[in-house]
């Protein structure tokens, strides 16, 4: 409901007051629709909405009851009545229609074609000016192929074993030649969690893994990689301590902790990475990830309680990372991640692209949804945004799907801005 109608009822309680004194005592009258006429052009008339149901008086009793039934909107809405211009407020009967949603304002319409209309043009620059280029896709996996399930779509499913089929086990001359997974997650974590059909063929695919700190071309060489500081590594592991959560160290497909909780577990139960370890020392005693021999890529600090995470927790990992020049960033509400000095999902991506031979910046389409992600679709030549992306993601990409992850946005993606 908007704040014209509460001003509208203040105006005319004076004459309507045992109104709004109590619900209606009177049933509304329904009345039956009209038939369907057929227009000059042979087409039907729309279905009647509200407004062709109901007399002025009935529509007023109707708002009554929807106040009755949502007294919390009538309360904030009332906040906004003061710099309303009584004299532009519109009749009753389109008022009430609006509060209950039945009608959309003339100027909310407006705006919306014109948000349509400047995103048909820019699909149709994509389309002309950098789609023809496109020979190599990069996509993340949770949130973006995979969805809110940790399951496939068919339509990503479809189009991810197209790009596969297409790059690796077809001839050259296809206009895709390189599709990798750009990921968070661990390379036995990805292929676990993408199921029978493709998962294993991503044994034949590069990768960019756990942020970009581990990227791997098609027969497995690692072309990159980069680990925290052991000092870092144990000043996180106090903050945990303190905090009373819990902490995860990527050690290549190895992931270990020092203490195995439910949120700890989910990793392999819920997003499929592999199981995680505690962490042991050469005489099988239980030691620190800090004292861990080969060091971790990176750390994940994990709570189930969100809002802490992102209010208590962050700030201060936020404030140990600035002291050492390291990186925080976020890919799933539970979880934080630091990161080495330098390193991005976006530095892995432009390595890997090297290694390869891809001119990111006009070669490349970059799919993704999260905080991570942002860097790699603003270096992409298209970035891509599924509709379920955060502000961050949608804000450094190129085109935003309207279709989410749990809808195929991917897979639609992929097909649109990737494929002949």
Do not use: W
Not at 57 to 66: G, T
Not at 395 to 416: H, K, P, V, Y
């Amino acid at each position: 409901m908007t704040a014209a109608v509460v001003v509208l009822l203040a105006t005319i309680s004076s004459v309507a007051t045992e109104a709004f004194i109590a619900p209606p005592s009177r049933a509304v009258q329904f009345r039956k629709p009209p038939p369907l006429a057929a227009t000059s052009n042979g087409n039907e008339q729309q279905q009647p909405g509200k407004g062709d149901l109901y007399s002025d008086d009935e529509l007023f009793d109707l708002l009554n009851l929807h106040l009755a039934i949502n007294p919390e909107q009538q309360e904030q809405e009332q906040q906004l009545n003061e710099e309303l211009n009584v004299a532009s407020i519109p009749g009753i009967h389109d008022l009430v229609l609006e509060a209950i949603g039945d009608v959309t304002s003339s100027s909310a319409t407006n705006e919306q074609s014109t948000t349509n209309q400047l995103r048909f043009d820019n699909l149709q620059t994509i389309l002309r000016e950098k789609k023809p280029t496109i020979s190599a896709i990069a996509t993340d996996v949770d949130g973006t192929l995979l969805s809110a399930g940790q399951d496939l779509h068919p339509i990503t499913r479809d189009a991810v074993l197209k790009a596969i089929d297409q790059c690796y086990n077809s001839s050259n001359a296809n206009k895709i030649k390189h599709f990798f997974p750009a990921t968070g997650k661990s390379r036995q974590g990805a292929i676990g969690s993408l199921g029978n059909d493709i998962g294993p063929l991503l044994y034949t695919c590069p990768g960019v893994y756990i942020q970009g700190l581990y990227c791997i071309d098609r027969e497995g060489n690692v072309v990159f990689e980069k680990k925290l500081p052991p000092l870092v590594v144990g000043e996180a592991e106090q903050l945990v301590l303190d905090c009373g959560i819990s902490i995860v160290g990527y050690d290549g497909d190895d992931l270990y902790t020092t203490e195995q909780t439910d949120v700890v577990r989910s990793l392999s139960e819920f997003y499929g990475e592999p199981t995680v370890q505690l962490v042991r020392g050469v005489d099988d005693t239980l030691i620190t990830l800090a004292e861990h021999k080969n060091g971790c890529h990176k750390l994940l600090i994990m709570d189930n309680d969100a809002e802490m995470l992102k209010t208590v927790v962050r700030p201060k990992l936020e404030k140990l990372a600035e002291k050492h020049g390291v990186i925080v960033t976020q890919a799933l509400p539970t979880m934080l991640e630091l990161l080495p000095a330098g390193c991005s999902k976006a530095v892995g991506v432009q390595k890997l692209c090297d290694a390869l031979g891809i001119d990111a910046e006009t070669e490349l389409l970059a799919l993704g949804d999260a905080e991570n992600d942002a860097e790699m679709l603003s270096l992409a030549s298209i970035g891509v945004a599924v509709g379920n992306a955060c502000p961050v993601a949608r804000s450094a990409s190129d085109f935003i799907m309207t279709e989410r992850n749990d809808e195929g946005g991917a897979g639609l993606a992929m097909e649109q801005f990737g494929f002949d």
